[in-house]
């Protein structure tokens, strides 16, 4: 992974019954690989923030990562965030959501996302692409899954 | 679920939520899904079904595309 990746986790402690299922899986990812964090916001307390990642329910899940870790020096894997404490990069929101547990299916989703989000390279084609770029206008797009 | 996730990764215009149905009934019955995957674009456009890249991106993007 070329990218510091974080999951945004908004969760809740009472009335949000996979909540800690959520949790317990997105507790298996940052022991994979030293770019990828986790970090809880409550979704009740930090209503602000809910509403500014387009949060409206909980479980959820937003990725977002640092661009300044988009330019590794050296091949080593020294984290972004150790490189530089305290001053962390430009964070930046990828809009990629994730609503409900991602256990199943949506576990190998979830971890596509962020190897994408980390640095791997696009799985649309060259017009595929040039049709995504050319999208002036915001677009919405909810995909239901089941964890199969 | 990949291909909405790439669409929002490629341009900030763009959000995806991958939203698990069955934990989220009031949505489920508000976008009348009986099947999965069922994927909503701007509360019109409705794809059902795994669809290969070319046509899910022709789908997604038809209300965009209609006026350039």
């Given at each position: 992974m070329k990218r510091a990746v974080r999951l945004l986790f908004f969760t809740q402690t009472l009335d949000c019954e996979t909540c800690m299922q959520t949790r317990q899986i997105l507790d298996e990812l940052p022991p994979l690989s030293d770019k990828i964090t986790v970090e809880e916001v409550n979704f009740v307390l930090d209503a602000d923030r809910a509403k500014e990642y387009g949060i409206e329910r909980v479980p959820a899940v937003a990725i977002v990562y640092d661009d300044a870790g988009a330019i590794v020096p050296g091949a080593a894997g020294v984290p972004s965030a150790a490189a530089a404490p305290g001053a962390p990069g430009v964070i930046k929101d990828s809009r990629i959501r994730f609503l409900g547990a991602p256990a199943g299916y949506e576990f190998i989703?979830?971890?596509?996302?962020?190897?994408?989000?980390?640095?791997?390279?696009?799985?649309?084609?060259?017009?595929?692409r040039a049709r995504v770029a050319a999208v002036a206008q915001p677009v919405r797009i909810q995909v239901f899954t089941t964890p199969g | 679920m990949s291909l909405a996730h790439e669409m929002a990764f490629a341009n900030p215009n763009i959000t995806a939520y991958a939203v698990e149905a069955t934990e989220f009934p009031d949505m489920s019955r508000r976008y009348m899904v009986n099947g999965v995957p069922k994927t909503v674009v701007n509360e019109e456009v409705e794809i059902l079904g795994a669809v290969p890249q070319d046509e899910f991106i022709e789908q997604a993007l038809q209300l965009q595309t209609k006026t350039s």
């Open positions: 989703s979830l971890v596509q996302a962020i190897l994408l989000v980390g640095g791997r390279d696009s799985i649309l084609s060259a017009a595929n | -």
